[in-house]
């Protein structure tokens, strides 16, 4: 599976694919409308950039007591009732006079119900596509993403000053209850991918063993921090440029989708290795420029270069699953989904609190900084891995040729009767 007609020939991938553009849409629309509420409420870039970011905060709880629950629920059932528990709170948080605690705690609640949607999702995806389409499957939700955030926060701007930021709510609610319907209509019923009850012990044991890798846990740093950094950067546009922060957005989306479509479909496997690093630190160097502050054109242009890394975390997902057993991928997306929208909460909370006490654009300036820090230190974790296995490779492929490399480097009985 090697081209796009190919992925969408894929029996259910055109539903799922829709479902996950439908409700990227009412996230990116909602978003902008509460962060827009909630700033013209407060004039705080704190407030404004925690309503926009805050429900990451509940992922990692989720990630922690909930995840076990992703492979043990019917996949079409789960989805659909997240959506309409997602339209439901969006349009409590449209009720005029609803106290700001009250927006707050709604909007952690909604966190931690999605920290079910990537496992939920993701896994599906390794159901509906065979193992060498998973990461070009992977890579056009990617797309998705950029192309639904370009459109959703042009159209979110329009619809904040057309219908005021409450009827956008409204309308990202009614988003929401259209993802439930393609849902339902355009997925097959399945069983749970795992047997037994989730628990919150199954989830911490499962976890603890992806953790306790320091390969992976490397990978899981580098896709978490250096991204929820910038991610804060982001959460400063409504305060740094009120009027134009759904240009500013609208841009950075364009970036990351042509990251993501040269990167997961024209670069071969050969270069992506070296291509990681520095992907990665252009996630952050262009908002460097920031510390001057630039004019608007200057800053978008930093914007847009710099979102053209977030391509840097579609390689590391494969670096991930390199290093991840088969039966594990789904806990193990699920994990990196969650920790990357925690550390998206704790980037938007750093990037308030410092612009609270300096300016939107000297904390944008810090935040980068930070950012590259951080790659600089988990490089040497991350270098090229000595027999990265193929994507692309089958499972019937991949075991004959294990079973091939067994028999011709046995290992002596003297040195096995050893091995504890």
């Known amino acids: 599976m090697r081209t796009y007609r190919d992925l969408f020939r894929a029996p259910e991938y055109t539903p799922l694919f829709a479902s996950f553009t439908v409700q990227g849409s009412a996230q990116t629309v909602s978003g902008l ?47 659909a009732c997240m959506a309409l528990l997602f339209g439901a709170g969006t349009a409590v948080l449209a009720v005029p006079g609803l106290p700001l605690a009250a927006l707050f705690a709604i909007v952690l ?16 995806l390794s159901e ?32 904040v000053v057309a219908l005021s930021p409450r009827g956008t709510l409204l309308a990202g609610a009614a988003l929401y209850l259209l993802t439930a319907v393609v849902a339902v209509t355009g997925l097959s019923r399945r069983p749970p991918r795992a047997a037994g009850r989730p628990s919150p012990a199954e989830t911490w044991r499962t976890n603890v063993r992806l953790l306790s890798s320091a390969p992976r846990r490397c990978v899981y740093l580098a896709m978490w921090v250096p991204n929820g950094l910038i991610v804060g950067c982001e959460a400063l546009f409504v305060a740094y440029s009120p009027h134009h922060a759904g240009l500013l957005l609208a841009v950075g989306a364009v970036g990351m989708l042509v990251g993501d479509t040269v990167t997961g479909r024209f670069v071969p496997p050969r ?120 994507a692309n490779e089958s499972r019937r492929a991949r075991t004959a040729r294990d079973l091939h490399t067994i028999r011709t480097r046995r290992t002596p009985p003297a040195r096995r009767r050893g091995v504890q």
């Open 33 to 79: 409308a509460l962060g827009t509420l909630v700033y013209d409420a407060t004039r705080s870039p704190l407030l404004s950039a925690l309503s926009m970011f805050g429900g990451s905060f509940a992922q990692m709880a989720g990630a922690l007591t909930l995840l076990s629950a992703a492979d043990r629920l019917p996949p079409r059932t789960a989805l």
């Open 109 to 124: 609640g909604l966190g931690l119900v999605a920290s079910l949607g990537s496992g939920v999702r993701y896994g599906l």
């Open 128 to 159: 509906i596509l065979p193992e060498e389409g998973y990461l070009l499957g992977r890579s056009v939700l990617n797309m998705a993403v950029g192309t639904t955030q370009i459109c959703g926060f042009a159209v979110g701007g329009v619809l």
């Open 271 to 390: 270069l992506r290795e070296r291509l990681g690093p520095p992907l990665r630190l252009l996630l952050a160097a262009p908002y460097l420029l920031f510390a001057v502050d630039p004019p608007l054109p200057l800053g978008a242009a930093a914007v847009l270069l710099a979102s053209v890394g977030y391509a840097a975390t579609l390689l590391l997902q494969e670096r991930l699953m390199a290093l991840t057993p088969v039966s594990l991928h789904g806990h193990a997306l699920g994990l990196h989904a969650s920790g990357m929208l925690t550390m998206q909460g704790v980037g938007a909370a750093l990037a308030g609190g410092v612009a609270q006490a300096t300016s939107p654009t000297a904390a944008m300036a810090i935040m980068a900084a930070a950012s590259v820090a951080v790659t600089l230190a988990l490089a040497p974790g991350l270098r090229p891995l000595p027999a990265l296995r193929p």
